[in-house]
């Protein structure tokens, strides 16, 4: 199918003008949403991977209304397009809502083969209560025959099947060309008032706030996050304070329990240690599971064990208060990556800045390094050179040059008279007395 093209601008302004006046003529008929069942999907421009539909666009689906198109052949039945840009994608044997709406040529495909869709879709349903998919089982590749009997018998009959019996029906393109059902994908515990972007895989949006339990309750206790979620331990019970959590993927243990089965988990909330990559932004909530991610400092657990300067230095607050009272951003994952491909990277912090690993940190630059502070403070061996280069051990390096200094003062000279002691310069003493300076804490350089 060609692109866009400007030098089609005369052809496409009249099929836009047709467009206008089927558009007028589409807007006096009433709104009306109509249930349906989806029994094809399009997910690009062009044929699709069968050779099919060149003429149908990117996210329509093939429809059968449960009332009206009981009797109509497959290939008789109408597309839809998505109603708009925030979109979840239905898969073959979920339902929607489809209604009749005003459409205009696409921006950024041409075509005079191609099809003006005249309906709009709204879903999937939640049928079955479930993340990934609420396709209805006896759905298959071919279409359901929906004129034989009432339909609702045969969402009974589906209802009150046994759940092994959905594997044993399926075959190869249940669900569409290439879409793939998880067993194992547990929707988020909600809280009252929250927004939640669940998507089909363990990746998810949270919109949030602090919530702990009521007062008033004497089995409550008024401290704790209202159904146990993570985020609201308080003191002082306040709520209001919002969050935000963006997930990507849930954790290995929850993947492996299939939802179908006696050990079904419940619906759940999200954990910085065991999901695989998230990130929090936070309005001084107490976060329980950021305490289990830095304290898991095991030799396979998620926290770093070398953090004792950081601490020191009074920069690690958040292992005692995990958070609480302080606005921040957490970003989590087995590995976390940035780059700048055109510009600088810059950190700043207003307290300070603290790096800490359990294995190697490594600095490198094609140009300079700068260090700058009152005071530089090195605190065990410090090497130079690339590899096996040697340490220089400050202590020892001056006892050696007094000790080079009394030697060079002490050293033995033959004259007229016989072996005679050197009389060495005056500076090598006051070279040696300055040696000690050498070792200086730092607290008394500017």
């Known amino acids: 199918m060609a692109k866009w093209n400007r030098q089609n601008a005369s052809q496409a302004q009249n099929r836009i003008n047709e467009s206008a006046n089927a558009a007028n003529l589409k807007t006096n008929i009433p709104a009306s949403w109509e249930t349906a069942l989806i029994v094809d999907i399009k997910m690009n421009y062009g044929e699709d991977i069968l050779g099919n539909n060149p003429e149908i666009g990117l996210g329509w689906v093939k429809f059968r209304r449960l009332e009206t198109d009981r009797g109509t052949p497959e290939s008789n039945l109408e597309w839809a397009m998505p109603l708009n840009n925030m979109t979840t994608y239905p898969v073959k044997g979920e339902m929607v809502l489809v209604s009749k709406g005003p459409s205009a040529p696409s921006d950024y495909y041409h075509d005079g ?217 957490i970003i989590t994952s087995d590995r976390i990556i940035f780059a700048a491909k055109d510009d600088e990277i810059l950190l700043f912090g207003k307290n300070g800045i603290g790096l800490a690993a359990d294995n190697d940190i490594v600095i490198e630059s094609n140009d300079t390094i700068t260090i700058s502070a009152p005071v530089i403070e090195l605190a065990g061996e410090v090497k130079y050179g690339v590899g096996g280069g040697k340490a220089i051990n400050g202590e020892k390096l001056v006892e050696l040059l007094e000790d080079l200094c009394d030697e060079i003062m002490g050293l033995s000279v033959i004259t007229a008279t016989g072996p005679g002691t050197a009389n060495p310069s005056p500076s090598i003493q006051s070279i040696k007395d300055k040696l000690a300076d050498a070792l200086s804490s730092g607290e008394d350089q500017a």
Request: proline share 6%.
């Open 113 to 329: 083969d191609v099809k003006m869709c005249a309906f709009y879709y709204i879903g999937p349903f939640n049928y079955k209560n479930a993340v990934n998919e609420n396709a209805i089982s006896q759905v298959l590749e071919t279409d359901i025959n929906l004129s034989s009997g009432n339909p609702a018998d045969n969402y009974v009959r589906e209802s009150n099947s046994d759940p092994t019996s959905e594997q044993a029906d399926f075959v190869l393109n249940k669900y569409g060309y290439s879409f793939v059902r998880a067993s194992s994908i547990y929707p988020l515990q909600p809280l009252e008032g929250d927004t939640i972007i669940n998507g089909r895989y363990g990746n998810s949006i949270r919109f949030s706030t602090s919530q702990p339990n009521p007062s008033g309750y004497q089995e409550l206790d008024e401290t704790k996050g209202y159904l146990d979620n993570p985020w609201s331990d308080n003191e002082n019970n306040v709520g209001e304070d919002p969050i935000l959590i963006i997930r990507n993927g849930q954790s290995d243990e929850s993947r492996d329990v299939i939802h179908t089965s006696p050990e079904a988990l419940l619906p759940m909330f999200e954990n910085l240690k065991d999901d695989k990559s998230s990130i929090w932004l936070t309005d001084g909530q107490t976060i329980n599971s950021l305490s289990e991610l830095l304290n898991d400092a095991t030799e396979d657990g998620s926290g770093v064990m070398t953090t004792s300067q950081i601490k020191a230095n009074g920069l690690g607050n958040v292992y005692t208060d995990f958070g609480k009272a302080t606005p921040q951003v």
